[in-house]
């Protein structure tokens, strides 16, 4: 579930970070109007951070180095870099269903 759920972060964040350029674009561009950053501004800052704490809790589970993690961090700044991460992490399989997802999903011991 976590995996998961950074996925659709990393994807979210990448598509609030398109939203955000073509806000800026119609906000400096010849309409000048600044709805587009008002709506896309406070939605990507929120996804932002839903992103960076989705990369603690996935590099967690998954035991990623700190080195993996800075990176996923970082490709926060860029636009589409989560996108881009996330496909490179999944390819080198950083983030398969493992035991780590199955004590994810696992009741917590009761006793």
Request: glycine share 10%; charged share 15%; aromatic share 10%.
């Amino acid at each position: 579930m976590v995996t998961r759920l950074f996925v659709v972060a990393a994807i979210a964040e990448a598509g609030s970070w398109l939203g955000l350029l073509i806000g800026m674009a119609v906000k400096y561009g010849p309409p000048g109007n600044e709805l587009g950053v008002q709506i896309f501004g406070p939605i990507h800052g929120a996804l932002f951070v839903a992103y960076g704490i989705m990369v603690l809790a996935v590099a967690r589970l998954h035991r990623w180095s700190l080195v993996a993690t800075g990176v996923a961090l970082v490709c926060a700044i860029p636009p589409f870099a989560t996108i881009v991460f996330e496909r490179w992490a999944a390819r080198r399989g950083m983030l398969d269903a493992s035991a780590a997802d199955a004590a994810d999903r696992a009741p917590a011991p009761v006793g």
